[in-house]
């Protein structure tokens, strides 16, 4: 079955200060991985896409990591500000099958002064 | 740059009404749109896919005879809550898939709410 798991859950953290959100997924065969940012009661806003070839990708202050051979992802925010807090959502997408996607069920991240 | 646009952004109804919610890409053609549905403080949970020209196909557990899904165009695609619940009270949202550089485009998402 193909699962998409994130992690941590929920993180608070003080402005200014950086942080590292993660992603591991089974979805087989692979073709994409993106990172979506979702302020509450608003639709999610991508950050980046990434393929099977590329490792790391940067839009501004998110830089995202992409590990093919095991699976994983990351997202790094560095001096976060409080405009940062919202749910950070990992989608990844199989091939075949109409590019079915699969959701991560994101992370509540928090930026406090 | 591209836009996926919900309309209603959100909607009070009556219990036993019916509820239509639009989601148009603005400046691409999408073959696929998605229907999402997010309860406070959860992921989205995907409810069907929608191919232009053609029904859709929704997630097990998801009653198509009450969420109606229609994509008669390659820039618009209609969810129609039917006979709406209080139980059907949540925030929907669309995404578009651009056929031509694969992007994929979430709109604002409309909370629905039946009293």
């Known amino acids: 079955k193909n699962q998409v798991e994130q992690s941590p859950q929920s993180l608070i953290i003080l402005e200014g200060k950086n942080c590292t959100l993660q992603c591991n997924y089974t979805v087989s065969p692979f073709s994409n991985l993106r990172w979506y940012k979702q302020d509450t009661g608003r639709g999610p806003v991508s950050l980046t896409i990434?393929?099977?070839?590329?490792n790391t990708k940067s839009n501004g202050r998110y830089t995202a990591t992409l590990d093919a051979d095991t699976k994983q992802s990351s997202l790094h925010i560095t001096a976060s500000q409080l405009s940062d807090s919202a749910s950070y959502i990992c989608?990844?997408?199989?091939?075949?099958?109409?590019?079915?996607?699969?959701f991560g069920t994101g992370t509540q991240l928090k930026v406090e002064l | 740059g591209a836009v996926v646009s919900q309309h209603p952004s959100w909607v009070i109804c009556k219990s036993g009404t019916s509820v239509k919610i639009e989601c148009r890409s603005l400046d691409f053609q999408a073959t696929t749109m998605f229907w999402y549905r997010q309860f406070p403080k959860q992921s989205l949970m995907l409810m069907a896919t929608s191919n232009e020209g053609s029904k859709a196909t929704y997630e097990q557990g998801v009653e198509k005879d009450k969420f109606l899904i229609n994509h008669a165009s390659l820039t618009l695609s209609t969810l129609t809550v039917t006979s709406a619940h209080p139980e059907d009270s949540s925030f929907y949202i669309c995404?578009?898939?651009?056929?031509?550089?694969?992007?994929?485009?979430f709109g604002e998402g409309s909370r629905l709410t039946v009293l």
């Open positions: 995404s578009a898939h651009d056929r031509d550089t694969g992007e994929l485009f």
């Open positions: 990434m393929t099977f070839s590329e």
């Open positions: 989608v990844v997408s199989g091939t075949g099958g109409g590019n079915k996607l699969t």
